[in-house]
């Protein structure tokens, strides 16, 4: 059974703060997304990583894929209000069709 | 550009009772999916549908049926729910390209059995 473990579950922070949230496999992934999903509403894509070890910027979000294409990493520097969500990772396989799977999610707090 | 539209938003149903989710995307896609969001749980992929005309199932289809109608379309159907079906469904639909596949969700249908 192919499983991505998101950590922390929960995470309550001051607006201007630092934080890290981490997406672990045992399973080696084609590529991983990462989603932010606000509530009412469905999952928007952020970003994709394919490489080992390839990092992206989008404005203060960084996200970093692991060497061995198995974890990934979403850094977010100075967090502000509207960072407030959920944010979900999901590992693509590629099986002949593509497989995704989700991890369960991370939920962000960031109090003014 | 409408992206992917669920129908209905909310819904309750009482045990027993069959219901049907529509799904509809204007983005010309040839895959389609339905997945459910639990707490705690993540999203888990009930079925879905690489092309017009097929269908598979995902990691959690039991009690749940579904029909490509066409390329646009994917319906999800429960005959008899039951309270373990209370949850939030959303539709997707993706074009692969490349070694990745970007998802689309609708807005979501919350349910409830009671």
């Known amino acids: 059974t192919q499983l991505l473990e998101q950590s922390p579950q929960f995470l309550s922070i001051q607006e201007g703060e630092n934080l890290t949230v981490y997406c672990n496999s045992s399973?080696?992934?084609?590529?991983l997304q990462w989603y932010r999903q606000e509530p009412g509403e469905g999952p928007v894509l952020l970003v994709t990583v394919v490489t080992g070890g390839e990092v992206k910027k989008l404005k203060r979000l960084t996200f970093q894929f692991g060497d061995a294409r198995k974890d990934s990493s979403l850094h977010i520097t100075a967090a502000q209000t509207g960072d407030t969500g959920l944010y979900l990772c999901?590992?693509?396989?590629?099986?002949?069709?593509?497989?995704?799977?989700f991890g369960a999610g991370t939920r962000l707090f960031v109090k003014a | 550009n409408a992206g992917v539209t669920q129908t209905p938003k909310f819904q309750v149903l009482k045990t027993g009772q069959s219901m049907t989710l529509q799904c509809a995307q204007d983005m010309n896609h040839n895959s389609m999916y339905w997945y459910r969001q639990d707490p705690g749980m993540g999203l888990r992929l009930i079925y879905y549908s690489a092309s017009e005309g097929t269908t598979d199932k995902g990691e959690v289809p039991n009690g749940y049926n579904v029909s490509r109608l066409n390329k646009r379309e994917f319906s999800l159907r429960l005959e008899s729910a039951a309270p373990s079906q209370t949850s939030v469904y959303f539709c997707?639909?993706?074009?692969?390209?490349?070694?990745?596949?970007?998802?689309?969700f609708g807005s979501g249908t919350q349910l409830s059995v009671l």
């Open positions: 997707a639909s993706s074009e692969p390209t490349g070694l990745n596949e970007k998802l689309f």
């Open positions: 399973s080696v992934f084609s590529s």
């Open positions: 999901a590992g693509s396989i590629n099986t002949g069709g593509f497989k995704t799977i």
